[in-house]
């Protein structure tokens, strides 16, 4: 089995891959931060819900997706910014809207794991993790 050298982007395209396939829900290996960004995405409404699952190795983070009447993802598009061989980081000055208040930026701050719109009101600055629309 290999590892997984960026976790977060591993996180990021299974729930992508889910969306793709229609499936209802999708498994991931947990760790606090995706359980952070987990929790902002599901108070976004961009999913469903999410579950701990304690299996005897490591916690699973299993994600609920959110379609609309028309079987529509919730989420149309998922990147990631700051990667293992390239940080990004942004000042508290340049946070923007994304898409037009549509999409969100989760950012780590010193204040935790925020989106764009949070960090702005706590004028914080921090690395951007992904965005998504």
Known sequence: MSRVSDPISDMLTRIRNAIKASHLKTDIPSSKMKL????IMK????IKNFKLIDDNKQKILRVYLKYNTDSEPAILNMKRISKPGRRVYIQA????PVYNNLGIRILSTSKGI???KTAKKLNVGGEVI???L
Do not use: Q
Request: proline content about 0%.
């Open 36 to 39: 952070a960004i987990a929790r």
């Open 43 to 46: 108070d976004e409404g961009f």
């Open 93 to 96: 000055g340049e946070i923007k």
């Open 114 to 116: 925020v989106t764009n």
């Open 130 to 132: 992904c965005e998504i």
